[in-house]
């Protein structure tokens, strides 16, 4: 029986432990942390439960065809919640509220610009055809070799996946109304570059976010990672948390023999056949091996385009809001304006776009009775220098005065928990290379084959799961990330 050695417990990690276990393999994941999901993990305070990352539940199908690769539904471990609106935008001088419904979404366009229920048809029509490709084919290629890509099916298709076309220039084919190229455009800004800079093919996250909608589990966001651990669990995966992976020795011929770790004070060392980084591809390479087993440069690194990291805010309230949704866009301020030095002049933002969640709309078990939940979100460039508590505040104060000119009705004097969360925090707590929340940005240059590859050039059993590998950021992509690098193993070992 082959001995696996996962390092990071976030969606990925438990994701490729749960196929190697599947397959017979003893496996061990040690975490860092005291509980298991990553950028995933939640924290309580005061009554009050947080999700500390992910807050948006789309492509409910990549979800299901995870848990039925292990004759499990989702189902058997939460329960799915259809948000309706979806969202609501606010611009800067109307608001506007995604419908659920297709048919009233579509008459929405129609009274924005019209003629655009037409051309939404028409978008979505490609953009279905995208997703079947990009999230059926495209994200289980394991990106080792060209040759994966010489499929008859990926060749017909190739222009009308559209990855030599910017989103920008795609969506500008359609819709003329600012508004409405921000609606299309927003689903990519976390994707991490301008929308002149992302390939087309991505407008496969429009038919995500209209056709097969916005969803929630009751309980919050945390249920995916409890779920996966329950699973992991099942499936005979042993967790050791508050393990601090500090090194992996690797022999004189390249095979990794051992992770070296402190866990209670204690160092422990643990034997491996294979080991799988889901934890920060860059920490991995530059911390944990020693320069002559390092497959990327510093200088490598220094030059991949990164998506955002984030200023968070975990705020709850004594009292409950009266003309909010659970989702809720902020784009009152210049968009290209933030867009920019997000990822053209990496800065602090002038006038920062900015995200808030509101559980408690949807579940009263995330906040004592009477009370809300909100969590701010403010995309932010990876790698800001200057992360102080001042300046944490000073945001805050900013996009709270916006939060209640838009709402009508104050919040400040209802504050009674509030938490910050940013680029300190991520390298801190993840070893989030440049304190990235994201991952890299999904640009041309960075896809598939050009991404780190999910196995070491240099150690023969060391291989990368997550968000800085193939297929790349999200929730979806990392469980199909841990499905993608177990079956590379799996035909590796021979198993």
């Known amino acids: 029986m082959k001995n696996v050695i996962v390092i990071g417990s976030g969606y990925a990690g438990m994701s490729a432990a749960s196929f190697m276990a599947k397959a017979g393999c003893k496996v061990t994941i040690l975490e860092k942390n005291s509980m298991p999901g990553g950028r995933g993990r939640r924290f309580s305070e005061n009554g009050f439960v947080f999700d500390m990352g992910p807050s948006w539940y789309w492509m409910p199908d990549v979800f299901e065809r995870y848990f039925n690769c292990f004759e499990k539904k989702v189902s058997d471990y939460y329960d799915l919640k259809r948000l309706d609106p979806s969202y609501r935008i606010y611009y800067p001088n109307n608001e506007i509220n995604i419908p659920a419904n297709y048919e009233s979404l579509k008459n929405l366009f129609e009274q924005i610009e019209p003629g655009a229920s037409h051309q939404l048809e028409l978008f979505l029509e490609e953009a279905h055809y995208k997703y079947q490709v990009g999230i059926h084919k495209l994200v289980h290629k394991p990106g080792r070799r060209v040759a994966e890509f010489l499929d008859i099916e990926l060749i017909r298709g190739?222009?009308?996946?559209?990855?030599?076309?910017?989103?920008?220039?795609?969506?500008?084919?359609?819709?003329?109304?600012?508004?409405?190229?921000?609606?299309?455009?927003?689903?990519?800004?976390?994707?991490?570059?301008?929308?002149?800079?992302?390939?087309a093919l991505y407008s496969l996250m429009n038919y995500a976010d209209v056709k097969l909608g916005t969803w929630y589990p009751q309980g919050g966001m945390y249920q995916i990672a409890n779920a996966m651990h329950s699973l992991a669990n099942e499936l005979g995966v042993t967790f050791q948390f508050n393990c601090d992976?500090?090194?992996?020795?690797?022999?004189a011929n390249g095979i990794a023999k051992k992770v070296i770790a402190i866990q209670n004070n204690q160092q422990i060392s643990l034997e491996a056949d294979v080991i799988i980084g889901a934890a920060d591809y860059h920490f991995i390479e530059k911390k944990l091996l020693k320069p002559a087993f390092q497959s990327y440069s510093s200088k490598y690194w220094d030059n991949r385009v990164m998506a955002p990291s984030c200023l968070l805010y975990y705020v709850g309230l004594?009292?409950?809001?009266?003309?909010?949704?659970?989702?809720?866009?902020?784009?009152?301020?210049?968009?290209?304006?933030?867009?920019?030095?997000?990822?053209?002049?990496?800065?602090?933002?002038?006038?920062?776009?900015?995200?808030?969640?509101?559980?408690?709309?949807?579940?009263?078990?995330?906040?004592?009775?009477g009370c809300e939940n909100l969590f701010f979100l403010i995309p932010i460039a990876a790698g800001l220098q200057g992360d102080t508590e001042e300046l944490r505040d000073k945001y805050f104060q900013k996009i709270v005065s916006r939060y209640e000119e838009k709402i009508g009705e104050k919040i400040k004097d209802a504050i009674i928990y509030k938490k910050s969360y940013a680029v300190a925090d991520f390298t801190k707590d993840y070893n989030a290379f440049k304190g990235n929340a994201y991952g890299l940005a999904n640009t041309l240059l960075q896809t598939s084959i050009l991404k780190p590859s999910l196995k070491s050039k240099k150690v023969k059993n060391l291989y990368f799961t997550g968000q800085l590998t193939v297929p790349g950021p999200g929730v979806p992509p990392s469980l199909i990330s841990g499905e993608v690098v177990s079956k590379e193993i799996l035909k590796d070992i021979h198993l």
């Not at 009292?319 to 990496?346: R, W």
């Open 158 to 199: 190739l222009f009308k996946l559209d990855v030599f076309t910017s989103m920008k220039k795609h969506v500008g084919k359609y819709f003329k109304h600012p508004m409405l190229v921000q609606l299309m455009e927003f689903p990519i800004l976390f994707l991490g570059a301008l929308a002149s800079d992302i390939p």
């Open 245 to 251: 992976v500090q090194s992996i020795e690797v022999d």
């Open 318 to 369: 004594n009292k409950k809001l009266q003309n909010i949704t659970h989702h809720s866009l902020f784009f009152d301020v210049d968009f290209e304006l933030h867009g920019n030095e997000i990822y053209q002049t990496p800065q602090w933002p002038t006038e920062p776009l900015f995200y808030v969640g509101a559980p408690s709309v949807t579940d009263d078990t995330v906040a004592p009775h």
